[in-house]
């Protein structure tokens, strides 16, 4: 918020980069069982439909997006969504 001469309020809107922001944590339920929790993903996979794989698709590209499948390489670990 800035204030000029006239005590008007001016905001300024600053983009934000939410990719470098981790909104997420991956927990290593057993030995090939991992869960992601995140409030982002939930209402993501919500809106998204999964019926097809064109939307299951969409769902890998938001995970990738928001670094989700680094954050899975980074564990070694190997994932398909598609099984």
């Known amino acids: 918020m800035i204030t ?5 309020k001016v905001y300024k809107i600053e983009k934000i980069n939410y990719s470098k922001i981790p909104d997420f944590e991956i927990k290593k339920i057993n ?7 995140s409030d982002r993903v939930i209402i993501t996979k ?5 019926k097809t ?8 590209l ?6 989700i499948n680094n954050k899975l390489k ?10």
């Open 4 to 8: 000029n001469n006239t005590n008007e």
């Open 31 to 37: 030995y090939d069982y991992f869960e992601i929790i």
């Open 46 to 50: 919500i809106l998204i439909n999964l």
């Open 53 to 60: 794989d064109e939307d299951i698709k969409r769902l890998s």
């Open 62 to 67: 938001y995970l990738d997006k928001i670094g």
């Open 74 to 83: 980074e564990m070694n670990v190997r994932f398909d969504y598609f099984n």
